[in-house]
């Protein structure tokens, strides 16, 4: 595997590993030489100290207290889990600022010998005073508390605190778990004001974004598309997804969500069928114990309105049972012409203490969306007939303002958690999706001619239908073996989804004497003029059991072994309606028994840093379909990494470096043809997959937040030859926020900026020399990077206002490499006026 590796990293790579060993290096520097805010020294009782932290959740916000005040702050997680704090804004002494941090909660602070505090219940009456403290084991605190549910509203991190189970099904913090994992935190899109999934992976390193058209995209990782997305780690993608189902995971607006979590690389384990490029996973807020409300008003350019609201609190005075409900409503317009959008989404959540180990959570999630004039299959013609350049401004758009998707979507689920004294946990998971759509076409074929001629527009018509039921019950906990603590888990699960698209088509097309000056307005085409040409059925079935040790031979090593069994089948039925009599074709394949390997291995250097390594099989069923209209195979291969990990501060910041190597057989392509409407894929034989990622994200100084990464990736097929080369083999992505100190201290600055390396792909154009890879076929976007700037000013405690500036210097280049292409949006900029209760 060594030789493999080093062998892929040519002379193009030597910047990005170069930039990768700079960042690695320069985190360890920063971790190894800890500045003086960050000293563990204890602060005098009456020493008064300027403090700004804001109200949420208790633990991160005695961690941030405890680091500014050089207090040493003994306590456990379960005393602070689920309480919040009103927070602190002001001049304190250390014994005043506790108090108000405190209120409310039903803790005290209690001072002990040599400057520490530990925490203890509030007394209720006067004799309690006299109650002796419980001896608790001390712990310095000059970070955020870990949470194992992982949640990071309210830390102001840009790294997560707690544990994630998305990998290995373990609860294991990022420095635990033997793969990259990036977390996308909630300080994150509150700060670069990302609504909608899309925006939050564009800014995700490690991450290659394309985007088909203005609401369709798609997602690489390590070279290979992304095809798992996930809500609370329960399935919401088929395998493959499919261009129309991209269509619900680019409206899943992010007020419902607490962070999304990107793990690298592939997870067999616990996702069973899928690729090795990335699961990403979307985790819901939860409902909290002491009443909260935020509401944000945005506008900004292009129309954009937005309104957004959430509130969270107990449903009865015990606060046994919780509840929470987010919504938003969002207009506006875009850089395209005649293209306009209108989103609703409201989320709801019920949390209830059944008994004292036993919790039980019901949430729904609705959206409503409205697309006018989308430009499907992209807004801008790349060709001429004779293989030249088309040059349209990039507000232009080849669609009638008639063109639109309306979709309703709602996701429901349910999750049953019990804890036993033993430490085991069992957790039984629900999930059921019902999602339909409409959408209204208009795809242009062919190439135009300079005087406009040679087109043809075909006013299209989808009406499509999802019906998804997961069902996942897991179990987890301690054991004991020779003398020594282990943990394991196993699980089972079911998956069964069925997606029917009724496809309408125009039978005769529509060809304008002059495109360019006729495309917007191309009449519509009369219902009573559409024919209803088929009916697909596609459903697939998955039921699936796995298990896993996390076993520890010395207290430095770990090493996670397991293994997932699945039956994986689908049935594609479609109905040709438009000949006499309908004729119906069925095709159906079955994996049965399929076994998925899973090693993994964390050995600990020191307290700062360890080394992993993991290797995984890959199986991944595709839905694509060849030049027959046949389904082609399912991908099979293999999966290595190795790296190094770092956790500083308490784990406020955390470092990755990694390396890969990926193999895969029979890896679907695009060829941009099409067949019956489909496009046409082909399979890559021996696809090979090596690439080196770097990343940092968390407090580097106390108000200085940093997320950035790089990423270099080859993919190769069987012989030797470049393989989806859409997807950028060079990436860098930093976003960083600073408070200002003493009188600035209300104002935060921040900024960006994502740089990738050259695409391009052959057979984009009329190749009419016959030869792939020159300029009458070959489509490229050239290397290019994009700024963004951000500021928050705190008006008072509880309201500030935050201005975004996207495209600083108004870079132009296009997402995704068609004949039908779409433009990366101009420069832009939004307000949001934001309180919080």
Same mark, same amino acid.
């Given at each position: 595997?060594?030789?493999?590796?080093?062998?892929?990293?040519?002379?193009?790579?030597?910047?990005?590993?170069?930039?990768?060993?700079?960042?690695?290096?320069?985190?360890?520097?920063?971790?190894?030489?800890?500045?003086?805010?960050?000293?563990?020294?204890?602060?005098?009782?009456?020493?008064?100290?300027?403090?700004?932290?804001?109200?949420?959740?208790?633990?991160?916000?005695?961690?941030?207290?405890?680091?500014?005040?050089?207090?040493?702050?003994?306590?456990?997680?379960?005393?602070?889990?689920?309480?919040?704090?009103?927070?602190?804004?002001?001049?304190?002494?250390?014994?005043?600022?506790?108090?108000?941090?405190?209120?409310?909660?039903?803790?005290?602070?209690?001072?002990?010998?040599?400057?520490?505090?530990?925490?203890?219940?509030?007394?209720? *009456?006067?004799?309690?005073?006299?109650?002796?403290?419980?001896?608790?084991?001390?712990?310095?605190?000059?970070?955020?508390?870990?949470?194992?549910?992982?949640?990071?509203?309210?830390?102001?991190?840009?790294?997560?605190?707690?544990?994630?189970?998305?990998?290995?099904?373990?609860?294991?913090?990022?420095?635990?778990?033997?793969?990259?994992?990036?977390?996308?935190?909630?300080?994150?899109?509150?700060?670069?004001?990302?609504?909608?999934?899309?925006?939050?992976?564009?800014?995700?390193?490690?991450?290659?974004?394309?985007?088909?058209?203005?609401?369709?995209?798609?997602?690489?990782?390590?070279?290979?598309?992304?095809?798992?997305?996930?809500?609370?780690?329960?399935?919401?993608?088929?395998?493959?997804?499919?261009?129309?189902?991209?269509?619900?995971?680019?409206?899943?607006?992010?007020?419902?969500?607490?962070?999304?979590?990107?793990?690298?690389?592939?997870?067999?384990?616990?996702?069973?069928?899928?690729?090795?490029?990335?699961?990403? !996973?979307?985790?819901?807020?939860?409902?909290?114990?002491?009443?909260?409300?935020?509401?944000?008003?945005?506008?900004?350019?292009?129309?954009?309105?937005?309104?957004?609201?959430?509130?969270?609190?107990?449903? !009865?005075?015990?606060?046994?049972?919780?509840?929470?409900?987010?919504?938003?409503?969002?207009?506006?317009?875009?850089?395209?012409?005649?293209?306009?959008?209108?989103?609703?989404?409201?989320?709801?959540?019920?949390?209830?203490?059944?008994?004292?180990?036993?919790?039980?959570?019901?949430?729904?999630?609705?959206?409503? !969306?409205?697309?006018?004039?989308?430009?499907?299959?992209? @807004?801008?013609?790349?060709?001429?007939?004779?293989?030249?350049?088309?040059?349209?401004?990039?507000?232009?758009?080849?669609?009638?303002?008639?063109?639109?998707?309306?979709?309703?979507?709602?996701?429901?689920?349910?999750?049953?958690?019990?804890?036993?004294?033993?430490?085991?946990? @069992?957790?039984?998971?629900?999930?059921?999706?019902?999602?339909?759509?409409?959408?209204?076409?208009?795809?242009?074929?062919?190439?135009?001619?300079?005087?406009?001629?040679?087109?043809?527009?075909?006013?299209?018509?989808?009406?499509?239908?999802?019906?998804?039921?997961?069902?996942?019950?897991?179990?987890?906990?301690?054991?004991?073996?020779?003398?020594?603590?282990?943990?394991?888990?196993?699980?089972?699960?079911?998956?069964?989804?069925?997606?029917?698209?009724?496809?309408?088509?125009?039978?005769?097309?529509?060809?304008?004497?002059?495109?360019?000056?006729?495309?917007?307005? *191309?009449?519509?085409?009369?219902?009573?003029?559409?024919?209803?040409?088929?009916?697909?059925?596609?459903?697939?079935?998955?039921?699936?059991?796995?298990?896993?040790?996390?076993?520890?031979?010395?207290?430095?090593?770990?090493?996670?072994?397991?293994?997932?069994?699945?039956?994986?089948?689908?049935?594609?039925?479609?109905?040709?309606?438009?000949?006499?009599?309908?004729?119906?074709?069925?095709?159906?394949?079955?994996?049965?028994?399929?076994?998925?390997?899973?090693?993994?291995?964390?050995?600990?250097?020191?307290?700062?840093?360890?080394?992993?390594?993991?290797?995984?099989?890959?199986?991944?069923?595709?839905?694509?379909?060849?030049?027959?209209?046949?389904?082609?195979?399912?991908?099979?291969?293999?999966?290595?990494?190795?790296?190094?990990?770092?956790?500083?501060?308490?784990?406020?910041?955390?470092?990755?470096?990694?390396?890969?190597?990926?193999?895969?057989? !029979?890896?679907?392509?695009?060829?941009?043809?099409?067949?019956?409407?489909?496009?046409?894929?082909?399979?890559?034989?021996?696809?090979?997959?090596?690439?080196?990622?770097?990343?940092?994200?968390?407090?580097?100084?106390?108000?200085?937040?940093?997320?950035?990464?790089?990423?270099?990736?080859?993919?190769?097929?069987?012989?030797?030859?470049?393989?989806?080369?859409?997807?950028?083999?060079?990436?860098?992505?930093?976003?960083?926020?600073?408070?200002?100190?003493?009188?600035?201290?209300?104002?935060?600055?921040?900024?960006?900026?994502?740089?990738?390396?050259?695409?391009?792909?052959?057979?984009?154009?009329?190749?009419?020399?016959?030869?792939?890879?020159?300029?009458?076929?070959?489509?490229?976007?050239?290397?290019?990077?994009?700024?963004?700037?951000?500021?928050?000013?705190?008006?008072?405690?509880?309201?500030?206002?935050?201005?975004?500036?996207?495209?600083?210097?108004?870079?132009?280049?296009?997402?995704?490499?068609?004949?039908?292409?779409?433009?990366?949006?101009?420069?832009?900029?939004?307000?949001?006026?934001?309180?919080?209760?």
């Amino acid at each position: 595997m060594k030789t493999s590796l080093t062998s892929s990293l040519t002379i193009g790579a030597l910047r990005p590993v170069a930039l990768a060993t700079w960042l690695a290096a320069t985190a360890g520097a920063v971790a190894l030489a800890p500045p003086v805010a960050h000293a563990q020294q204890s602060g005098s009782p009456a020493a008064v100290r300027s403090y700004s932290i804001a109200a949420g959740p208790l633990g991160p916000a005695l961690s941030t207290f405890a680091g500014q005040s050089d207090i040493t702050l003994a306590f456990t997680p379960d005393q602070a889990n689920n309480l919040r704090t009103p927070g602190l804004q002001g001049t304190y002494s250390i014994t005043q600022a506790l108090a108000q941090l405190l209120a409310g909660t039903g803790l005290q602070a209690v001072a002990r010998e040599g400057g520490a505090y530990t925490l203890r219940s509030a007394p209720v *009456v006067a004799a309690a005073t006299a109650t002796t403290v419980p001896s608790l084991a001390e712990v310095r605190v000059a970070a955020q508390t870990v949470y194992n549910d992982g949640t990071t509203e309210g830390t102001g991190s840009y790294t997560a605190v707690g544990t994630s189970t998305l990998a290995t099904g373990l609860g294991l913090s990022l420095r635990e778990t033997p793969q990259s994992i990036t977390v996308f935190t909630r300080a994150q899109i509150e700060d670069q004001a990302l609504y909608n999934l899309p925006a939050v992976l564009k800014q995700t390193p490690g991450i290659n974004f394309e985007q088909a058209d203005s609401e369709r995209f798609s997602i690489f990782s390590r070279g290979f598309g992304v095809d798992s997305f996930l809500v609370d780690g329960m399935p919401m993608s088929s395998h493959a997804a499919g261009a129309y189902e991209l269509l619900y995971q680019s409206q899943m607006d992010m007020v419902a969500f607490d962070r999304v979590e990107i793990v690298k690389g592939a997870t067999g384990l616990m996702r069973g069928a899928g690729s090795p490029s990335a699961s990403v !996973n979307m985790v819901r807020k939860r409902p909290t114990k002491e009443l909260q409300a935020t509401a944000q008003a945005t506008l900004g350019t292009w129309n954009l309105r937005r309104l957004e609201g959430d509130i969270s609190g107990p449903l !009865n005075e015990a606060a046994s049972v919780r509840g929470r409900v987010a919504m938003v409503d969002e207009k506006a317009d875009s850089h395209v012409d005649r293209y306009n959008r209108d989103k609703k989404s409201v989320f709801a959540v019920v949390e209830a203490d059944i008994t004292s180990a036993t919790t039980l959570s019901v949430s729904a999630n609705h959206m409503d !969306n409205t697309v006018n004039g989308m430009p499907f299959n992209g @807004a801008v013609p790349m060709f001429y007939r004779d293989g030249t350049r088309i040059d349209l401004p990039r507000t232009w758009s080849q669609v009638p303002s008639w063109s639109r998707w309306h979709s309703k979507s709602t996701f429901l689920g349910a999750d049953l958690e019990h804890h036993l004294d033993s430490g085991w946990i @069992a957790k039984l998971s629900y999930s059921n999706q019902q999602s339909d759509s409409t959408l209204t076409g208009l795809t242009w074929d062919g190439y135009p001619d300079r005087n406009g001629s040679g087109r043809t527009g075909w006013r299209d018509a989808y009406l499509d239908d999802t019906r998804r039921d997961s069902w996942r019950l897991n179990v987890s906990g301690p054991f004991d073996l020779l003398g020594r603590r282990h943990e394991a888990m196993f699980g089972a699960g079911t998956v069964d989804s069925t997606l029917t698209t009724d496809a309408y088509y125009d039978w005769d097309g529509y060809s304008p004497t002059n495109f360019f000056a006729e495309a917007a307005g *191309v009449p519509s085409l009369a219902q009573t003029e559409r024919v209803w040409v088929d009916t697909t059925v596609l459903h697939t079935r998955e039921k699936n059991a796995y298990g896993a040790l996390r076993l520890r031979p010395t207290d430095a090593l770990s090493v996670i072994l397991g293994t997932r069994v699945r039956n994986w089948s689908t049935d594609n039925s479609s109905t040709t309606r438009n000949v006499t009599p309908n004729t119906v074709t069925t095709t159906a394949y079955k994996h049965n028994n399929v076994l998925t390997s899973y090693v993994g291995a964390v050995l600990d250097l020191n307290t700062h840093y360890s080394v992993y390594a993991s290797y995984t099989d890959i199986f991944t069923p595709q839905n694509y379909r060849d030049a027959r209209g046949d389904l082609i195979g399912p991908v099979d291969g293999s999966a290595y990494e190795a790296g190094l990990k770092g956790e500083f501060y308490d784990k406020k910041l955390n470092t990755t470096m990694a390396v890969y190597r990926v193999k895969q057989n !029979n890896l679907g392509e695009s060829t941009d043809e099409t067949f019956n409407g489909q496009p046409v894929y082909v399979g890559i034989p021996g696809a090979v997959a090596t690439g080196i990622e770097a990343e940092i994200a968390g407090e580097l100084q106390p108000g200085w937040q940093i997320q950035a990464g790089i990423g270099h990736n080859t993919v190769r097929d069987a012989n030797g030859n470049a393989a989806l080369t859409n997807s950028a083999r060079n990436t860098f992505k930093l976003f960083t926020t600073y408070r200002l100190p003493g009188q600035w201290a209300q104002l935060t600055l921040g900024g960006g900026v994502r740089w990738q390396s050259s695409t391009y792909r052959d057979g984009a154009g009329p190749n009419n020399d016959r030869i792939l890879g020159t300029p009458d076929d070959r489509l490229e976007q050239p290397a290019y990077s994009v700024v963004d700037l951000m500021a928050n000013y705190k008006i008072s405690p509880k309201m500030s206002l935050v201005l975004n500036l996207n495209n600083l210097f108004d870079k132009s280049y296009i997402t995704t490499l068609r004949q039908g292409a779409q433009y990366g949006s101009p420069r832009s900029i939004s307000a949001s006026l934001r309180v919080r209760y």
